[in-house]
Every structure is written in C-alpha cells, then in structure tokens.
C-alpha cells in the first residue's frame, strides 16, 4: 500500500497535475489525462509509456 506522504508528492509525469490511489488500490490515476499508472509490488511505475488510459464506467 502507498504511503499517504509518498501519495501527496507524487505528480503525472505527463501533465505534472494530482494523481490519486484508484478504488482498487493497485494504480495511480490522473484524472486530467485518464490515465492509470499500475503499482507492482508497492512501486509505483510512473512511465508514461506505461501507463494504461482510464476506464470509467
């Protein structure tokens, strides 16, 4: 689980905005690109080449 210190100053790397903990609590979404960065094993992959595009229902 990510750290809520860790979680406050972390930014998209693409658009430099807020991201936040997905309900799921396995990504990172950035609501102004749609995109999800995955969390592998409690790391935070902030690559935007690998990042997912958001899905919402």
């Known amino acids: ?3 809520k210190e860790l ?10 905005g807020p991201v936040e903990l ?5 990504g990172l979404v950035c609501r102004t690109c749609k995109l ?12 935007i080449d690998e990042a997912k595009p958001l899905k919402e229902d």
């Open 1 to 3: 689980m990510i750290k």
């Open 7 to 16: 979680l406050d100053i972390l930014a998209c790397p693409k658009c430099k």
């Open 22 to 26: 997905n309900d799921q609590g396995n």
């Open 36 to 47: 999800v960065y995955e969390i592998k094993d409690d790391i935070p992959i902030m690559l």
